[in-house]
Nanobody
Framework: QVQLVESGGGLMQPGGSLTLSCAASVTIFSIIDMGWYRQAPGKQREVVAGIHSSGRTVSAESVKGRFTISRDNAKNTVYLQMNNLKPEDTAVYYC?????????????WGQGTQVTVSS
C-alpha cells in the first residue's frame, strides 16, 4: 500500500511564493516518477510538472520560469517551489506517483492541497 502525504498549500498574495511537498511511503516497488497536477473549479485536472527517477523534468508552459520541481530520492519526497504566483494558479494541487510494478506503471494520487492566490 502506498501513502502520499501532501503539505504546503495555503493562501498567498499575487507575486508570492509557496512550496508544496509530497512524501511517499513505499514498501515494495520503486518509484519511477513523481509529479504535480492541479484542478481549478470548473476545469479539468492538468499536469503542472513531473520529475523522473533519472532527474529529467517536464513542466507546463504556464508555469515555466516560475515553478520548479525537485525530488529527494532518499526521502521519496517531491517538492514544487512556486514563485511569482498568479491568481490563475489557484487550484487544488495533487501529488502523483508512478511505481514500477510487475504489471507495469501503477499510479497513486495524494488527497490534494488547496492553493489560493488572491489579494
Amino acid at each position: 500500500q502506498v501513502q502520499l502525504v501532501e503539505s504546503g498549500g495555503g493562501l498567498m498574495q499575487p507575486g508570492g511564493s509557496l512550496t508544496l511537498s509530497c512524501a511517499a511511503s513505499v514498501t515494495i516497488f520503486s518509484i519511477i516518477d513523481m509529479g504535480w497536477y492541479r484542478q481549478a473549479p470548473g476545469k479539468q485536472r492538468e499536469v503542472v510538472a513531473g520529475i523522473h527517477s533519472s532527474g529529467r523534468t517536464v513542466s507546463a508552459e504556464s508555469v515555466k520560469g516560475r515553478f520548479t520541481i525537485s525530488r529527494d530520492n532518499a526521502k521519496n519526497t517531491v517538492y514544487l517551489q512556486m514563485n511569482n504566483l498568479k491568481p490563475e494558479d489557484t487550484a487544488v494541487y495533487y501529488c502523483n506517483v508512478g511505481l514500477g510494478t510487475m504489471a507495469g506503471r501503477q499510479e497513486y494520487w495524494g488527497q490534494g492541497t488547496q492553493v489560493t492566490v488572491s489579494s
